[in-house]
């Protein structure tokens, strides 16, 4: 299935190296260049995801944060995929607690970004592994439950919980399966069957998940 985007960045350079190394199954419907054109696009074209530079010039909040702002109160909000050449966690904290998906930085290759844009459309949550660590880390800070033994964890086996605490992180299956010398076919196989055991839909809830126990 095709994923349609925008992309929001005030560097043209930058907008047509990300719209030239995305995949064929991703669409380019708009683009922006700071706060204004990039509301009026996203508006216009209603995007599956919005691939949006954290550092955008315009707007009274930061850039990216008006934007956020404006796109995600409507009945049908896009998902958001943060790009930027910074891995602060301030920054990275700051737009996922004003709604963004995911959050990649500019050194991400082409095949990567791609896959982080139809994982944030089908509803996970997408960061690079150091990144995933800020992310967690505040949720943690802002009140998760003390990591604790329990039946659910307990159901897993060593390697699931391997794999869980890399997933969780935000790794993708090939990493994790280059981390554990397993191939990815094994690696989607042990997903699954957290998933099954845990009872969750999604990578998304899997980190939730996690990050509430404190066990990655």
């Known amino acids: 299935m095709t994923v349609r985007v925008v992309i929001v960045d005030d560097h043209d350079v930058i907008?047509?190296?990300?719209?030239?190394?995305?995949?064929?199954?991703?669409?380019?419907?708009?683009?922006?260049?700071?706060?204004?054109?990039?509301?009026?696009?996203?508006?216009?074209?209603?995007?599956?995801?919005?691939?949006?530079?954290?550092?955008?010039?315009?707007?009274?909040g930061g850039g990216a944060l008006d934007v956020l702002a404006e796109i995600l109160g409507g009945a049908a909000p896009p998902k958001v995929l943060a790009l930027s050449v910074s891995d602060a966690a301030d920054d990275v904290v700051a737009v996922v607690r004003a709604g963004a998906r995911g959050y990649?930085?500019?050194?991400?290759?082409?095949?990567?970004?791609?896959?982080?844009?139809?994982?944030?459309?089908?509803?996970?949550?997408?960061?690079?592994?150091?990144?995933?660590?800020?992310?967690?880390?505040?949720?943690?800070a802002a009140g998760g439950e003390v990591a604790h033994a329990d039946e659910d964890l307990n159901s897993l086996t060593e390697r699931e919980q391997e794999v869980m605490r890399l997933i969780a992180r935000g790794y993708t299956y090939r990493e994790v399966g280059e981390k554990l010398f397993i191939s990815i076919k094994t690696v989607e196989t042990h997903v699954g069957k957290v998933l099954h055991k845990l009872q969750l839909s999604n990578r998304h809830e899997l980190a939730r998940w996690a990050a509430q126990r404190r066990i990655v």
């Open 15 to 60: 907008r047509v190296g990300v719209r030239e190394s995305l995949a064929d199954d991703i669409d380019v419907v708009g683009e922006g260049r700071d706060v204004e054109s990039a509301i009026i696009a996203i508006k216009e074209f209603a995007p599956d995801v919005v691939i949006l530079d954290v550092h955008l010039p315009g707007g009274t």
């Open 104 to 140: 990649v930085t500019k050194s991400i290759s082409g095949p990567d970004l791609s896959d982080a844009v139809r994982r944030v459309a089908s509803g996970d949550a997408v960061f690079s592994p150091r990144l995933a660590g800020f992310v967690l880390d505040a949720f943690n």
